[in-house]
């Protein structure tokens, strides 16, 4: 229902702006006696006050979310239905008459006053909503501002000069158009990001706990954040080159791609516990940096890949070198971090998987990592690998099968599997505890995040769905997708295992708390017009730095009030999600990199601070990435020589 109501409130909010608009301009001392306001007019005021009657219901309806959603409906609409229903009351209803009598002259200026202050609250009341707060302080001044102006101007000379109908018609567009002009231009220069700036130049929140030094002058670098445990001769090297390539789908569309190694997905990366791993990078794109970003691996910061932060992008012939001890077992992926929504579109991604130090019993066992991904945009052409259709692959009755899921993309995708008996096996690299065997499965894998899931092959087909493309296992390997069955139950991961121990809890004493609120707002972002999803109202590079100790333990709630799902990846860091909803988490300990917030919901999840550097914490759809949708974690007392900007060479989203 959330999305429903939510939409609805938004589309109402805007509704009212013209029907604000067209009651003020229809506003003014020259109605005769018997003929009174028009039917149109009426009719309008009738729309403000109704439809700011029904925002009200919207906002109840959103109570049981929490005052999270409703509260800031409440505070801007309520005054704004009393406003709106006292000018009606007080000044609308005398003016329109008794039934079948004549309609009383507007009168100046007390009518006219009082119609501008229900539109400007109407309006600001819409702003809000749709704009943010910030804009709907401006709104209301603007209103007044240009009331001033119009109530000036009717006592010019030019005013009666312009008395005909077209003229005062014309006179009005003009002014109207010029005035809105005025503002998109200024709201427009305003949203330009500064040409060169830093991650830690800007605001700061220390989350109620001590206070943390916040400056950038001095202190430990991020460059020389290279871990403790990656010197020696490394045990896995790899060299991945990007370069430009034109890639072929199944279904014969070509693609201009950008690759690692001439393929995408990239190089699979398998690597066992505890391996040394070093990978150069080349960049041989033409006019573009690149880096690699490891994502879900806690790499130490200097390793991290974010253009900007840990390091300046790889320019074209050049090259880096990442290295890193591969300590947690699990399924990742790396991609590259500069210009991000474009270079992982494009296709600068691939999977990285680290095994255990020893594997005993495996055998012939099967281990696929499957990766999702939309070509040219969201609602491209989806595929597994480079396959839009059905793919098969046979695989003997009483084989293992293990499949690593991934989801490049920024939206949530469901993968379905049916066919055999199937258990949920990891999520985000970490095991599940005793997690149950469930007769097929439906997962819906946030941006971003990975899911492995376990079977022994049966004798018959198994079949794994994403949203289009498919892959059916069979003894025979020749077998089709087959009758559809019975759709199985949507995994909920709160409730799916046992509990274990865990190093914290909901319980625990928390060092730092903070609170992260999405909302989605029409504007402007780097010049241009956009939908804005912020974080407590604002945009990066607004949006301050979650400062912290090492040690401490971060709490961190995030409530989305778009309506849009927001897969949250902190770098660098795990966290073990505490309740969702309000609702504590009751099954296996649920440990995320990227947790897919949903509209309407609302989590609390808490990490341990002890990775120490300068951690990207964004959403990893990365197109709200680049609409603003970034903050940072910083450690107290870590710097970095890095800038991001237009004047720069790099541009992490």
């Known amino acids: 229902m959330f999305l429903w109501v939510h939409y609805t409130d938004m589309v109402m909010a805007l509704l009212a702006v013209p029907a604000a608009v067209a009651v003020w301009a229809g506003v003014r001392p020259s109605v005769s006696p018997g003929s009174g306001p028009s039917r149109m007019w009426r009719l309008l005021f009738g729309l403000l006050l109704g439809g700011a009657a029904l925002r009200i219901v919207a906002a109840l309806l959103l109570l049981p979310n929490g005052w999270d959603f409703a509260g800031p409906r409440l505070v801007f609409v309520a005054p704004a239905l009393v406003v709106v229903a006292a000018v009606y009351g007080v000044w609308v209803r005398p003016m329109l008459g008794p039934p079948g ?14 119609m501008t202050v229900a539109v400007g609250a109407v309006l600001v009341a ?13 709104t209301g001044v603007g209103v007044l501002g240009i009331a001033a102006v119009r109530s000036v101007w009717r006592r010019t000379r030019w005013s009666r000069r312009l008395a005909g109908r077209w003229w005062r018609v014309a006179a009005k567009g003009l002014l109207g158009a010029t005035v809105a002009a005025a503002v998109l231009a200024a709201m427009s220069t305003a949203s330009r990001l500064p040409a060169r700036s830093s991650m830690t130049g800007g605001p700061a929140d220390i989350g109620g706990g001590s206070m943390i030094s916040h400056s950038h002058h001095g202190g430990v670098g991020v460059t020389t954040l290279t871990g403790t445990d990656t010197e020696g001769v490394p045990v896995r090297r790899f060299t991945l080159t990007a370069q430009a390539a034109t890639i072929e789908l199944d279904s014969g569309q070509q693609v201009e791609a950008w690759t690692f190694n001439g393929m995408t997905p990239g190089p699979q990366l398998r690597v066992r516990q505890d391996d040394l791993v070093e990978v150069t990078l080349v960049n041989r794109l033409p006019n573009v940096g690149v880096t690699l970003h490891w994502h879900g691996v806690d790499v130490p910061n ?10 300046d992008a790889v320019a074209p012939g050049g090259r880096f070198v990442y290295r890193f001890r591969a300590t947690q077992i699990g399924t990742y992926w790396y991609h590259s971090h500069e210009m991000s929504s474009v270079q992982v579109r494009r296709g600068l991604f691939g999977a990285l998987v680290v095994l255990p130090a ?17 070509w040219v945009d969201e609602d491209g052409v989806a595929t597994l690998g480079v396959t839009t259709g059905v793919q098969r692959r046979q695989v003997p009755a009483g084989r293992q099968v293990r499949l690593r899921l991934v989801n490049t993309d920024g939206k949530p995708a469901t993968f379905t599997l049916t066919g055999a008996p199937v258990r949920v096996v990891a999520i985000d690299g970490t095991d599940v505890h005793e997690p149950s065997v469930l007769d097929g499965v439906r997962i819906l894998v946030g941006g971003g995040a990975r899911y492995d899931v376990a079977f022994t092959m049966p004798d018959q087909p198994v079949v794994l769905h994403a949203g289009g493309p498919t892959i059916v296992y069979s003894p025979g390997g020749n077998a089709g997708p087959g009758r559809e069955g019975p759709v199985p139950a949507l995994l909920d991961p709160a409730r799916y295992g046992t509990p274990a121990a865990t190093p914290f809890g909901a319980a625990s004493h928390v060092d730092r708390r903070f609170t992260l609120r999405v909302d989605e707002r029409l504007g402007f972002y780097d010049g241009r017009p956009t939908m804005r999803y912020t974080l407590n109202n604002r945009s990066f590079p607004d949006v301050p730095m979650l400062m912290v100790s090492p040690g401490d333990l971060v709490e961190v709630t995030y409530v989305n009030r778009s309506g849009q799902h927001h897969p949250m990846h902190l770098h660098g860091h795990h966290m073990l999600v505490l309740d969702r909803n309000g609702r504590p988490a009751s099954g296996s300990p649920w440990w995320v990199d990227t947790l897919d917030v949903g509209p309407g919901e609302t989590y609390r999840a808490a990490f341990r601070a002890d990775n120490p550097g300068i951690w990207m914490d964004h959403c990893h759809n990365l197109e709200h990435a680049a609409s603003g949708m970034i903050l940072h974690l910083g450690y107290a007392g870590i710097t970095t020589p890095f800038r991001t900007g237009r004047s720069t060479v790099n541009h992490p989203e």
Do not use: F, I, K, N
Not at 101 to 114: F, L, Q, S, T
Not at 358 to 367: K, L, T
């Open 101 to 114: 009598g004549e309609w009383r002259v507007a009168r100046w200026p007390g009518d006219y006053w009082a």
């Open 302 to 311: 200097a390793m991290d890949g974010v253009a900007g932060v840990t390091q």
């Open 126 to 138: 819409g702003a809000a909503q749709l704009t943010g707060v910030g804009s709907a302080a401006v």
């Open 358 to 374: 020893e594997v005993p019993g495996q055998g012939d066992a099967v281990d696929e990592t499957v990766l999702r991904h939309s």
